[in-house]
């Protein structure tokens, strides 16, 4: 059937009209800042998805409140969503945001200090009455009071353009102002020449079911461009050009979604079933949410009735064969600690992943933190050591994820699994891996009945993995010391000390292939910066920036925490001064000064927000100077 024509609306959506001036800009970082009901990481995530398909980089940083219901135009109610979009590669989604876009007071208050002087701020005049300028605890308008003459200021009645767009359409009031976001997306689009054509296919699929609210948003998404294009308050636009990514397929996602393909994948090349079983807790419910939808794969999820429960489940399901994933965050892993001991006293494989979020209790629980490594490390009764890895990048909570599964079959041990808030939401360009060129994952099972011991170890002290079924392999498995080679109880002081030494010494030799360290920066650099998990973005590009400054500084980021690389305290000892930047207050730079008797720098913020650039490149310029 021959295609319908295009709207008036949708023409002037895909081509912008030649009488507004075209300004070229290299990056942009834009804030949508609202109430939760304002759908603002659904508008955040379309302009996204719009951005990816333009072809720039970008990089996104949601923020979530952590009130599941607060009352709508208050402080703690409000939703952020920012996102950093250039012509070139980068690393963060911005220190501070160029635009933000304010749909009532309290965004507006909450936002206001992050953004650039002389930046743009948009606002939905219709939102600042009195009653909503009362709530955001504002004494005045700040639309008239002259406090935002340090800004470029856009006043756009939203909520009575939207409606005057969507009249006649037999709406609910509600229904109508849940439509001002794609107004206000509509805006941005033709402001920084985004495509809508996703956007109008994501609404149609979304919306199928219910007629009158797909053809609303559509509408409003299209009013919003065709306003921007005609009103008189924009006299130009913007374009970001096309960054240089090399060629491939890409996809936007999060890293809780790469790291639930990575388990699946990792499934896949093991030649095995994939278990997750897991209870919901932020920020790690969404990699559950993703796995529950994969079922023609192989994959068996289990949302269990508590943490205790989720991490038994993994452990009968690596005991039957599996490869086996738990997933949760800080408090979750606080429950779990217990059974995770009893996997590492039975030597079987499993995966942990924490999600980090700030902490203590519940914390900051939509708020990024990494303050679990010690809880890794040695949260567990006795020594009970275990593997640890730490993703960088969104990207890399896939790569790890395969990594971590990896280890844990080939060594027949825990891994645990650090990721973050910040990394589990924020998103970026990914490039789909070619499947066919992935390493095989198999372990292969003990063959031989009669030489078989569940104990009996092979070069790298691990022990073969029989699961039931197995005629012939029938063994006994506990939480009570095992007897080296045959597996039977034992309270012998000197085999538990054989077996302490032996478990510790395993985990050891997964250092043999952890490839060399690499050092990004001056070569001849004085100071040396030594990052962890999602601090990765921000030490590059401040490196990057000072090394462009002439600045004698290098960086390298460790993915294994445990063990550490071999070639690490080298590495450490070749520069004057050492800088860790953590989200916690210390925990990686107190494991290394321990290990290595070195006096290194700590640097640490844990205020529930990534660090900037700027914050880096500001302790390592006091180190260069001399006052640290």
């Known amino acids: 059937m021959p295609k319908e024509p295009k709207s008036p609306m949708e023409e002037t959506a ?31 995530g379309q302009f996204t998805n719009s951005t990816g398909l333009a072809g720039n980089d970008l990089s996104t940083l949601p923020d979530y409140p952590a009130e599941i219901r607060a009352p709508a135009g208050t402080l703690p109610g409000v939703s952020g969503f920012q996102i950093h979009f250039s012509s070139r590669d980068i690393l963060t989604p911005g220190d501070a945001p160029d635009v933000l876009v304010a749909m009532n007071p309290a965004a507006l208050k909450v936002n206001l200090k992050d953004l650039e002087q002389g930046g743009l701020v948009i606002v939905n005049t219709d939102a600042f009455t009195p009653p909503s300028l009362q709530k955001a605890g504002l004494a005045a308008n700040p639309l008239e009071d002259g406090s935002l003459s340090n800004y470029r200021v856009i006043k756009v009645p939203l909520t009575s353009l939207t409606d005057g767009a969507l009249k006649g359409m037999n709406l609910t009031r509600t229904q109508v102002d849940r439509c001002k976001n794609f107004f206000a997306l509509g805006l941005m689009y033709w402001l920084y020449e985004r495509p809508v054509e996703k956007t109008l296919a994501w609404i149609e699929s979304k919306f199928k079911k219910v007629p009158a609210v797909l053809d609303a948003n559509k509408k409003a998404l299209l009013a919003g461009y065709a306003y921007a294009d005609t009103a ?75 943490e205790i429960a989720a991490v038994g489940s993994t452990i009968g399901a690596s005991f039957g064969g599996h490869l086996a994933v738990t997933g949760t965050s800080g408090p979750g892993v606080c429950l779990k600690n217990e059974a995770i001991g009893l996997a590492v006293m039975m030597e079987l494989p499993i995966v942990i992943v924490n999600v ?68 589990a939401n924020s998103s970026e360009p990914w490039r789909i891996p070619d499947i066919s060129k992935l390493p095989s994952l198999r372990v292969e099972p003990p063959s031989d009945p009669k030489s078989f011991k569940p104990y009996q170890r092979n070069a790298d002290l691990s022990r073969p993995w029989a699961v039931p079924g197995m005629a012939g392999f029938e063994h006994r498995i506990g939480g009570i010391e095992k ?109 290394l000064r321990s290990r290595y008797l070195l006096p290194l720098i700590s640097l640490t913020k844990v205020k529930g927000q990534p660090f900037k650039i700027h914050e880096i490149r500001a302790k390592v310029q006091s180190v260069l100077d001399g006052k640290e």
């Open 356 to 423: 980090q979020r700030g902490g203590p209790s519940t914390g900051l629980p939509t708020k990024t933190e990494q303050a679990d490594l010690l809880q890794a490390l040695f949260g567990r009764n006795g020594e009970s050591p275990l593997a640890i890895l730490a993703p960088a990048t969104t990207g890399e909570c896939f790569s790890l994820a395969i990594e971590a599964s990896r280890i844990a079959m080939k060594y027949m041990t825990p891994v645990f699994v650090l990721s973050d808030g910040y990394l």
């Open 232 to 306: 008189e308050m924009f006299h130009e636009h913007y374009r970001v050009k096309r960054a240089p990514i090399a060629p491939g397929r890409y996809r936007n996602l999060n890293g809780n979604t790469a790291a639930a393909l990575g388990f699946v994948t990792a499934a896949h090349l093991a030649q095995r079933p994939l278990f997750y079983g897991s209870y919901p807790i932020t920020p790690a419910s969404e990699i559950l949410h993703e796995l529950s939808d994969m079922k023609a794969f192989g994959v068996r999820t289990f949302q269990a009735e508590d």
């Open 14 to 44: 895909t081509k912008p009209q030649s009488n507004k001036q075209v300004q070229e800009v290299e990056a942009v970082t834009i804030r949508f800042a609202g109430d939760s009901g304002d759908g603002i990481q659904l508008t955040g």
């Open 483 to 591: 007897a080296d080679i045959t597996g039977n109880v034992s309270y012998d002081p000197d085999n538990h000390d054989r077996m302490i030494h032996i478990r510790e010494q395993k985990i050891a030799n997964i250092a043999k292939e952890i490839p060399p360290t690499q050092v990004f920066g001056a070569k001849n650099a004085e100071v040396l910066i030594v990052g962890w998990g999602s601090t990765y973005g921000a030490i590059t590009a401040a490196v990057r920036d000072l090394n462009a400054a002439g600045k004698p500084v290098a960086s390298i980021h460790l993915r294994h925490l445990n063990p550490l690389p071999s070639d690490l305290g080298d590495i450490l000892n070749r520069y004057k001064r050492v800088i860790v930047p953590e989200m916690n207050l210390g925990q990686l730079v107190m494991v």
